[in-house]
């Protein structure tokens, strides 16, 4: 199944007034370091500190009455979890969140304080799908994924429309995109918003190293699924496989995918705090981090544009990060 411009459209007009537009910002210094304009998408600012609620906003708004009375049931590290749990209590509705119980303290207490009720599992010994199959079929509740679905994905289409019109507000086309990869929801309906309006724009994704599905997938012409045996600094972006909907949009519209280790993306994150004042998660610094790092080639001479995709950093990790010590 695709998506369409116009889906992309019609989601951006059911989150007026309840998702936040988030600005475009430069910084000339970024700019001398790089010797090319950037143009940057800070969802940091988003509501939930993360792109996450566009989807799931989108995503819950469309449920029947029927179906809000039942409530509605999502697993998540955090963002999503906290986007639907927001959303959840926007329109009313009761939401539970499957939780690893790793997950970081903030985003957890974050999903709790929008009113959703949480559910722990381990990460490596339970499945995440089949507790929130079982909990929705007891309760008769709606599963919200975190990626593979045409509403969630079009909601995320929205940063992708705001960024190429803002972009063209200021008389400025797009020669790149830089854009994180997960299961690939952002980066498909970024991508889609993206080259209907810019077609000569190229899509980067970027995704950590040793969790590099979505390079694989697109090297082999299929859905790769990965075993990883360590973990990443990126909880966010830890997905195994890319999504059975992101995936076939991925081939057609992505030119490049980068991969940035865990010491680049600390050395982003330390960036953004000292010189554009911004505070970014791992996952949402993966884009700043292959900019950085020299990692995304430039595709000619004009601008970049760069998605910051969330904000939502454990204390603790974030102060090791600026001590430099991870």
């Known amino acids: 199944m695709s998506i369409s411009l116009a889906d992309i459209e019609a989601a951006a007009g059911r989150l007026k007034g309840h998702a936040v537009e988030t600005p475009l910002i430069e910084s000339p210094a970024l ?6 304009r950037v143009l940057i998408k800070p969802e940091t600012l988003q509501r939930v500190g993360a792109f996450k609620f566009r989807g799931a906003y989108n995503r819950l708004v469309q ?3 029927d179906e809000r009375t039942r409530g509605v049931v999502a697993f998540s590290s955090g963002n999503h979890a906290q986007g639907v749990a927001l959303a959840a209590r926007l329109l009313g509705m009761p939401a539970l969140i499957v939780m690893p119980s790793d997950a970081p303290a903030v ?3 974050a999903t709790r304080g929008y009113g959703a009720e949480i559910r722990l599992y381990d990460r490596l010994t339970d499945d995440r799908v089949a507790i929130a199959a079982q909990i929705a079929a007891e309760r008769g509740s709606v599963v919200v994924p975190a990626f593979d679905d045409p509403h969630i994905i079009a909601g ?14 200021l008389g400025v086309t797009f020669d790149v995109v830089a854009c994180p990869i997960g299961g690939g929801g952002l980066l498909a309906g970024v991508s889609t918003a993206v080259k209907a309006l810019s077609p000569n724009t190229a899509i980067v994704g970027v995704e950590p190293a040793g969790f590099d599905d979505t390079l694989r997938s697109l090297e082999k012409g299929e859905r790769v699924t990965l075993t ?25 519209t992505v030119a490049d995918v980068a ?15 000292s010189v554009l004042k911004l505070v970014v998660e791992p996952g949402g610094s993966v884009g700043l981090a292959a900019l950085l790092a020299g990692k995304v080639k430039s595709w000619g001479d004009g601008s970049t544009g760069l ?3 969330g904000g939502n950093v454990d204390p603790e990790l974030f102060a090791k990060v600026l001590r430099e010590e991870v």
């Open 259 to 273: 991969l940035v280790t865990d010491a680049e993306v600390a050395q982003a994150m330390r960036y953004a705090f």
């Open 156 to 169: 995320q289409g929205t940063v992708g429309l705001e960024l190429v019109r803002q972009a063209q507000a």
């Open 63 to 65: 449920l029947s009455p």
């Open 228 to 252: 990883p045996t360590t973990r990443s600094l990126c909880d966010a972006l830890e997905s195994p496989a890319p999504g059975q909907l992101t995936f076939p949009i991925l081939q057609k």
């Open 307 to 309: 998605v910051l995709s």
């Open 107 to 109: 985003k957890v207490e």
């Open 31 to 36: 700019n001398d370091r790089l010797g090319r």
